[in-house]
């Protein structure tokens, strides 16, 4: 999850704030030579991370985890001085790969009584104690989602981001505009297909009901179909909600959205308002375990992430990978009809670019 206080995001052990390449770290690097005694003086970039965020909040917690406070917490280690490590080490605080302090935090947000550190604020590094050997330098975070979502039955937010957590709830994650639509080649080897996409792993998606992952009856009742479907009963159980284990989210997604698309290449834009439309249909089918209010953090999302590509004259278009046929989304309906749910209402208008 991402945790903000005055609209920047918080630096905490679970987050994902970070001090990139703070310039300069003068330490004494070898060799020592008659001419210099003590080694030679190189400036070096550092680096630190939340991961290795201590002496945080105690009890009010990120993500289970601690928060940074004003004049108490601390990186409690940072890169990229490795190499200055003659004798003297830092030129004023003879450390290297020293500690990193805040300067800098929020006057008015604060936890356990002290002020939250924040995107943006200023830190020092390589400390032996609460003095630095470098410049004061920015923490900076990881851009939050908009219409990022993460609770107990919804998970929203980028691909990258999600994957592993609704995997763990028994779910799949789904690009809401499906990937092979932003990408030129294959999956693995992917890059954007225009300047203005996201790369697959930033791009929006949401966690739905994969009927157990599988494309097949067979593929849901081997050993791994049926492990999935465990999990993600254990998860609804214990946190009350419904089981993705039977869930068809993925499938009615790629139906609605492929269908309506077709093969033609079309404005981002047509893309965009097809993923919305098959969002809001989405959480009226009843198969497919998606709420309204998850939808519409679905739909801010996506409309956000392409709203600069959007507003390009003319705007950039996409189109799917692989050629879409009539006959796959009459499959696609009978098996998505087969429990009843999948009313006329909620069937797209086929494009006529379908073969």
């Given at each position: 999850m991402t945790v903000f206080a005055n609209c920047l995001e918080i630096s905490a052990k679970a987050q994902g704030c970070k001090i990139?390449?703070?310039?300069?770290?003068?330490?004494?690097?070898?060799?020592?030579?008659?001419?210099?005694?003590?080694?030679?003086?190189?400036?070096?970039?550092?680096?630190?991370?939340?991961?290795?965020?201590?002496?945080?909040?105690?009890?009010?917690?990120?993500?289970?985890?601690?928060?940074?406070?004003?004049?108490?917490?601390?990186?409690?280690?940072i890169s990229g001085d490795e190499a200055g490590c003659a004798p003297k080490k830092g030129i004023i605080t003879s450390k290297n790969m020293g500690k990193a302090y805040a300067q800098k935090w929020s006057m008015d947000v604060k936890a356990?009584?002290?002020?939250?550190?924040?995107?943006?604020?200023?830190?020092?590094?390589?400390?032996?104690?609460?003095?630095?050997?470098?410049?004061?330098?920015?923490?900076?975070?990881?851009?939050?989602?908009?219409?990022?979502?993460?609770?107990?039955?919804?998970?929203v937010g980028s691909y990258g981001e999600i994957k592993d957590k609704c995997n763990e709830r028994g779910g799949e994650a789904h690009h809401i505009i499906p990937d092979e639509y932003l990408r030129d080649g294959t999956r693995d080897e992917s890059k954007p297909a225009h300047e203005s996409f996201p790369p697959i792993d930033d791009a929006c998606a949401i966690c739905v009901g994969g009927k157990s992952s599988g494309k097949s009856q067979a593929e849901r009742q081997s050993d791994t179909g049926k492990k999935i479907a465990k999990k993600a009963d254990e998860y609804a159980a214990d946190k009350k909600v419904k089981s993705l284990s039977t869930g068809r989210g993925h499938g009615y997604m790629h139906y609605f959205f492929d269908a309506s698309f077709g093969n033609n290449a079309r404005p981002i834009g047509d893309a965009v308002d097809i993923a919305k439309q098959a969002l809001t249909n989405c959480a009226a089918y009843q198969s497919a375990v998606v709420d309204t209010e998850c939808a519409e953090a679905g739909k801010e999302c996506v409309e956000k992430q392409f709203e600069n590509a959007c507003a390009k004259d003319p705007q950039p278009?996409?189109?799917?990978?692989t050629r879409k046929s009539n006959e796959r989304f009459d499959n696609a309906k009978e098996r998505l009809s087969r429990d009843g749910k999948l009313n006329q209402n909620l069937m797209p208008t086929r494009h006529s670019s379908l073969t």
């Open positions: 990139i390449a703070a310039f300069p770290d003068t330490c004494f690097t070898p060799p020592q030579t008659p001419a210099t005694p003590p080694g030679v003086p190189i400036p070096y970039p550092n680096f630190g991370m939340d991961s290795d965020l201590t002496s945080g909040t105690g009890t009010v917690k990120i993500g289970g985890k601690e928060i940074s406070q004003e004049n108490s917490s601390k990186y409690s280690k356990e009584g002290k002020g939250v550190v924040r995107f943006t604020d200023l830190a020092t590094t390589n400390h032996q104690s609460n003095t630095g050997n470098d410049a004061p330098w920015l923490i900076v975070g990881k851009p939050g989602m908009p219409g990022f979502r993460d609770t107990d039955n919804c998970l278009t996409c189109k799917a990978n």
